[in-house]
């Protein structure tokens, strides 16, 4: 990891500012940003779906240019503002042309505003984004499904419009998927960490499988890999494990995406729940998620250099177990 870091780092981040790496075995991740600073990276994801014979296969595979910028400073916070470009999935999990998606990734510009150490407060235009994405996704659209997909679609154009504003363009939607690209970037901002001890967090866990869109807090345990740290950089691994009891409302939520032709429109909330409870034992399902993670920090500069994750996500059913494993990687880019 380090060799190919250093590698680049020459070419992307000043080195005149001084690590924080403390004599009493403790590290201190602060940001040491100017206005004009920028930095490029590199984003790959891809998910593989196991099923219960053991057969793999590529779900999902996705890549793009990210680009961070600051483009405000005061003595107390930043304003960075995050844009893409090259936008690539393969995702048909919207059953339109995946060009939709990859256009309208295109068009993203978010801002985010942190504190003085680099530690995300809010995102500062997420009302705004959802009007433009709403605006634009007309053009999308029509630049990237002909007619004839959409009559192998069965859908008109305003019903495929209204379908990816339906799951696209709310302010709730575009701030979970935000806060999974810069989250990891920005994660451990702020903190002063022993080298020495490992710490648990509560870590807000978003749409862990496809159907979902729930979000909700677990423990997350994480601590600085000695070996990989030095003066220059710090090394921080995490992991985190969900287990069945805790994933139930995903469950729920997941089932009914599956069954909502099946289940009667009108039920109360609490029969709805009993009806996917019993759902959920009729199928003897259960379900259980663990992450691991690694974040390089480059402390000069206060810029994570490279990060890389893994999510397993396992659902157990009387059919037997389907596997979901998500793997992403983030490193530095040239543009």
Known sequence: MKHSIFAALATFLPLSAFGQMMPDSTVQVVAYWQKGDRIVYECKSTTTSIDKDGKEETAKASSETRIFEVIDETDSSYV???TYKDVFSSDMSLSVGADVINKLGESVVVKTLTNELGTVQELLNVDELTEEMRQMLPL???GAVDDKELKELGLTRQELIDNYAE?????????MAFMEDVAPMLNYHGIRIRTD???TVKQQLNNPFPGTSSSMQFDMNFWVDEELTDSTSVVIRSYMKVDNEAMLPFLREFLLGALKTTIPQNLAPEDLEKELNAAIVEANMSASLEQYSATEIHLATGWTTQYWSKRIFALNTYDGVTTA??????SLADE
């Open 167 to 175: 799951q696209l363009c709310r302010p709730e939607t575009i701030t």
């Open 197 to 199: 001890q490992e710490y």
């Open 140 to 142: 999308v659209v029509d």
């Open 325 to 330: 494993i998500v793997e992403n990687e983030v």
């Open 80 to 82: 960075l503002q995050t």
